[in-house]
């Protein structure tokens, strides 16, 4: 009998949940702000019915290498919990990766969070009229995912969401419209003060043309691979069609900013109509738009990319026609373009420019989903992408700019979809989410100056506003040297030099001139003291951003 107690006894205590521990920070998305050091813990839990002798070792990682230890050991009582404070105070500002070992109760566990540590840029519109956007898929989550996505984008600065309910999901049948996803969205887009653009796209199944529905019935018979995608990809019967962007537009002209007319048209994976056809479906949602809200902002389809792609073998050169042909069709011409800073500079300043150069009617350009993942690691990568790409869209005249995406969709290091956020799936910032909200509050509320020439290989942009300069430079190059190069700033008594996460360090200034290095990630330069463009030794070369 007493051996079959302790048998028993045996067994409860083996079935007791293992210990574990969490990162805490008081935020929807890691975000900890001076002043609230005391939100971030790590919490060891212990959820069973003895006490837990439990012993922890890890590390704390900055964006710049730098590591802090992290342990604890002693005894969690049961049902109880051991607060672990993460010393924040004497931490640098940016992101952080936390990783440890957690061993007790003849278990263990490896652990891995992050938080960021900044003052958020804070929620509302750029004054000055930028938009700083960011890209969504809000419409396949749950309400409380989909607030919390409206909270991690909102408290970094973003004012413009790309999102949206394709037209299938609004009108299922013909006549019978379900808003009450759509609406809930821009509810909660108005609550936390950033304004909507949405796409038009893509074609319901009611919608479909005969031809198509034909097509689309052999395919589904031969049980082929997204057969479907025959008649969402395809252009739509004009009747149904006008009679959805009239309805949508009726109802939303004056919650939704701007409309956006398919997405990337030019890839034959979203797009299996002909040139042709794009274009009369613009041209019809132009007027269907106008004439519900004469006002209303009318966007091109964001176009994938230019020069060769395997997307754009149905339809080669549908983007460069319907910007010859249809520029009165629209008021803002979308590009995306993904990828590396280089990559995106060779495609804005060549092929692009010279199709921009055929419109009858220029149009401003808006970089409406451009972004580069982090897969395999890459976070730093992802994050120095952003502080290039952004303000040299500025640069080059773009009215607007939005992040793809806001969260990883999945967990798959070797895809690149699961890794464009600025946030994982689960919502642990990752260094792209501190990046964006450090350039988002310096850049809010300035104006493009000019680029500064620094030599081959250098980059510098400089903006103003409210009485300050700020330049953003770096080397390209690797190898390039570091030489220290003074830069005039009249009425500049002296200033500070950023890095991405945040972190400044002071900038002395002599008689308005300041002594500068250029890395191979970007920094940040505050010029005060007037918004009257600097120089480099004595010498102004200004680039004209339009």
């Given at each position: 009998?007493?051996?079959?107690?302790?048998?028993?006894?045996?067994?409860?205590?083996?079935?007791?949940?293992?210990?574990?521990?969490?990162?805490?920070?008081?935020?929807?998305?890691?975000?900890?702000?001076?002043?609230?050091?005391?939100?971030?813990?790590?919490?060891?839990?212990?959820?069973?019915?003895?006490?837990?002798?439990?012993?922890?070792?890890?590390?704390?990682?900055?964006?710049?290498?730098?590591?802090?230890?992290?342990?604890?050991?002693?005894?969690?009582?049961?049902?109880?919990?051991?607060?672990?404070?993460?010393?924040?105070?004497?931490?640098?500002?940016?992101?952080?990766?936390?990783?440890?070992?957690?061993?007790?109760?003849?278990?263990?566990?490896?652990?891995?969070?992050?938080?960021?540590?900044?003052?958020?840029?804070?929620?509302?519109?750029?004054?000055?009229?930028?938009?700083?956007?960011?890209?969504?898929?809000?419409?396949?989550?749950?309400?409380?995912?989909?607030?919390?996505?409206?909270?991690?984008?909102?408290?970094?600065?973003?004012?413009?969401?790309?999102?949206?309910?394709?037209?299938?999901?609004?009108?299922?049948?013909?006549?019978?419209?379900?808003?009450?996803?759509?609406?809930?969205?821009?509810?909660?887009?108005?609550?936390?003060?950033?304004?909507?653009?949405?796409?038009?796209?893509?074609?319901?199944?009611?919608?479909?043309?005969?031809?198509?529905?034909?097509?689309?019935?052999?395919?589904?018979?031969?049980?082929?691979?997204?057969?479907?995608?025959?008649?969402?990809?395809?252009?739509?019967?004009?009747?149904?069609?006008?009679?959805?962007?009239?309805?949508?537009?009726?109802?939303?002209?004056?919650?939704?900013?701007?409309?956006?007319?398919?997405?990337?048209?030019?890839?034959?994976?979203?797009?299996?109509?002909?040139?042709?056809?794009?274009?009369?479906?613009?041209?019809?949602?132009?007027?269907?738009?106008?004439?519900?809200?004469?006002?209303?902002?009318?966007?091109?389809?964001?176009?994938?990319?230019?020069?060769?792609?395997?997307?754009?073998?149905?339809?080669?050169?549908?983007?460069?026609?319907?910007?010859?042909?249809?520029?009165?069709?629209?008021?803002?011409?979308?590009?995306?373009?993904?990828?590396?800073?280089?990559?995106?500079?060779?495609?804005?300043?060549?092929?692009?420019?010279?199709?921009?150069?055929?419109?009858?009617?220029?149009?401003?350009?808006?970089?409406?989903?451009?972004?580069?993942?982090?897969?395999?690691?890459?976070?730093?990568?992802?994050?120095?992408?952003?502080?290039?790409?952004?303000?040299?869209?500025?640069?080059?005249?773009?009215?607007?700019?939005?992040?793809?995406?806001?969260?990883?969709?999945?967990?798959?290091?070797?895809?690149?979809?699961?890794?464009?956020?600025?946030?994982?799936?689960?919502?642990?910032?990752?260094?792209?989410?501190?990046?964006?909200?450090?350039?988002?509050?310096?850049?809010?509320?300035?104006?493009?100056?000019?680029?500064?020439?620094?030599?081959?290989?250098?980059?510098?942009?400089?903006?103003?506003?409210?009485?300050?300069?700020?330049?953003?430079?770096?080397?390209?190059?690797?190898?390039?040297?570091?030489?220290?190069?003074?830069?005039?700033?009249?009425?500049?008594?002296?200033?500070?030099?950023?890095?991405?996460?945040?972190?400044a360090v002071p900038l002395p200034g002599r008689g308005g001139a300041l002594v500068v290095r250029l890395r191979d990630e970007p920094q940040w330069f505050e010029l005060p003291g007037g918004e009257s463009m600097p120089r480099v030794a004595g010498a102004l070369v200004a680039v004209d951003g339009n």
């Amino acid at each position: 009998m007493r051996h079959l107690l302790f048998l028993l006894a045996a067994m409860a205590c083996a079935a007791d949940p293992a210990v574990t521990a969490t990162l805490v920070t008081g935020n929807p998305a890691g975000l900890v702000a001076p002043g609230r050091e005391a939100d971030a813990a790590l919490v060891i839990a212990n959820p069973g019915g003895q006490p837990a002798e439990v012993a922890l070792a890890g590390t704390i990682t900055a964006f710049d290498g730098s590591t802090l230890p992290l342990s604890y050991s002693g005894t969690v009582a049961a049902g109880g919990e051991a607060r672990i404070a993460i010393p924040l105070a004497t931490m640098r500002r940016g992101h952080h990766s936390l990783a440890w070992k957690l061993t007790g109760a003849g278990a263990s566990q490896d652990g891995t969070a992050s938080l960021v540590y900044a003052r958020p840029a804070g929620p509302g519109q750029d004054p000055a009229g930028f938009r700083y956007g960011l890209c969504s898929h809000p419409a396949r989550a749950k309400p409380p995912i989909q607030e919390r996505e409206m909270q991690t984008a909102s408290q970094i600065g973003i004012g413009t969401m790309r999102i949206g309910v394709d037209w299938n999901g609004l009108e299922p049948k013909p006549g019978e419209w379900k808003w009450e996803r759509l609406d809930a969205l821009l509810d909660l887009t108005e609550k936390y003060r950033m304004q909507v653009q949405t796409g038009l796209s893509f074609c319901a199944m009611h919608g479909a043309t005969p031809a198509t529905m034909a097509a689309y019935e052999q395919a589904a018979a031969e049980k082929r691979k997204n057969a479907w995608h025959i008649w969402s990809r395809n252009m739509p019967r004009e009747d149904a069609w006008r009679t959805y962007v009239r309805a949508i537009a009726e109802r939303y002209k004056d919650r939704i900013a701007i409309w956006e007319v398919w997405n990337e048209p030019d890839l034959e994976g979203f797009w299996k109509g002909s040139t042709d056809d794009y274009i009369r479906l613009l041209r019809m949602s132009h007027e269907e738009l106008k004439r519900v809200k004469p006002d209303a902002v009318v966007m091109s389809g964001g176009f994938a990319g230019v020069g060769s792609h395997p997307g754009h073998r149905l339809n080669p050169g549908l983007q460069e026609r319907v910007l010859a042909e249809a520029s009165d069709a629209f008021d803002i011409h979308a590009y995306h373009g993904h990828g590396t800073f280089m990559s995106f500079v060779q495609s804005v300043d060549g092929e692009l420019a010279r199709i921009r150069a055929r419109m009858p009617q220029p149009r401003p350009l808006y970089f409406n989903e451009t972004a580069m993942h982090s897969k395999f690691g890459t976070e730093r990568l992802q994050a120095v992408s952003l502080v290039k790409k952004l303000p040299f869209a500025r640069a080059r005249g773009a009215v607007g700019f939005t992040w793809y995406d806001l969260r990883n969709d999945g967990t798959d290091p070797s895809d690149a979809e699961h890794n464009y956020g600025l946030v994982s799936i689960d919502f642990q910032p990752k260094a792209v989410y501190a990046a964006y909200n450090e350039l988002i509050a310096r850049m809010r509320g300035t104006r493009y100056l000019g680029q500064l020439d620094f030599g081959p290989g250098r980059y510098a942009y400089v903006f103003a506003g409210g009485g300050r300069r700020l330049m953003v430079a770096w080397n390209e190059e690797p190898g390039l040297p570091d030489d220290p190069v003074a830069v005039v700033a009249d009425g500049c008594p002296g200033g500070e030099c950023v890095d991405i996460m945040g972190n400044a360090v002071p900038l002395p200034g002599r008689g308005g001139a300041l002594v500068v290095r250029l890395r191979d990630e970007p920094q940040w330069f505050e010029l005060p003291g007037g918004e009257s463009m600097p120089r480099v030794a004595g010498a102004l070369v200004a680039v004209d951003g339009n």
